[in-house]
T-cell receptor, first 112, second 117 residues
Framework: EDKVVQSPLSLVVHEGDTVTLNCSYE??????LLWYKQEKKAPTFLFML????IEKKSGRLSSILDKKELSSILNITATQTGDSAIYLC????????????FGTGTRLTIIP | EAGVTQFPSHSVIEKGQTVTLRCDPI?????LYWYRRVMGKEIKFLLH????????ESGMPNNRFLAERTGGTYSTLKVQPAELEDSGVYFC???????????????FGPGTRLTVL
């Protein structure tokens, strides 16, 4: 069975710090890895990664995939209180659909 | 563009009762997914529709759960009869068709929190 593991489970940092969130996966027929941010309700899409070594960037957030190590990281620089959320990592395999296998998430808290 | 919407946002029912959850995907999205998060666990896949057809229902826990997507637009998920362990947050997501074989990102709704007493 496919498995996604995120670490740490929880992280508390001060505003302005840089954080790195980790995601590792054990899957067959890997297609893509996705990152979502969940604040109160709907998980909000951040990135989809399909190719190893190519960084995706959006403002202060960036992410990269390492297919050799079966892992991905999500970096957030100059954190702000609005970055406080649960960050979810999910893998989409290729079985004719893109059903997602999620990790349990990393709860990030930014202290002013 | 309106996002994925779900109704209701919260439902509290007693064990043995029936509940129907509704999901309206983003207009034009043929793929519709149902997921569930039970307390303390990760979000888990339930099933996947392509238009009105069930592509994969391998994640459905048992036959008390029935999902439909008549006409290929909105979808309903009925739980009958509900049990205590069905409590959790039920998410719906939608996505466009693949382009050149590349997977497409899924956009999630806010979820329906179901509490079974």
């Amino acid at each position: 069975e496919d498995k996604v593991v995120q670490s740490p489970l929880s992280l508390v940092v001060h505003e302005g710090d840089t954080v790195t969130l980790n995601c590792s996966y054990e899957v067959t027929n890997f297609r893509s890895l996705l990152w979502y941010k969940q604040e109160k309700k709907a998980p909000t899409f951040l990135f989809m990664l399909t190719s190893s070594g190519i960084e995706k960037k959006s403002g202060r957030l960036s992410s990269i995939l390492d297919k050799k190590e079966l892992s991905s990281i999500l970096n957030i620089t100059a954190t702000q209180t609005g970055d406080s959320a649960i960050y979810l990592c999910a893998e989409a395999s290729n079985f004719g659909n893109e059903k997602l296998t999620f990790g349990t998430g990393t709860r990030l808290t930014i202290i002013p | 563009e309106a996002g994925v919407t779900q109704f209701p946002s919260h439902s509290v029912i007693e064990k043995g009762q029936t509940v129907t959850l509704r999901c309206d995907p983003i207009s034009g999205h043929d793929n519709l997914y149902w997921y569930r998060r039970v307390m303390g666990k990760e979000i888990k896949f339930l099933l996947h529709f392509v238009k009105e057809s069930k592509q994969d229902e391998s994640g459905m826990p048992n036959n008390r759960f029935l999902a439909e997507r008549t006409g290929g637009t909105y979808s309903t998920l009925k739980v009958q009869p509900a049990e205590l362990e069905d409590s959790g947050v039920y998410f719906c997501a939608s996505s466009q068709d693949r382009v050149s074989g590349r997977p497409r990102e899924q956009f999630f709704g806010p979820g329906t929190r179901l509490t079974v007493l």
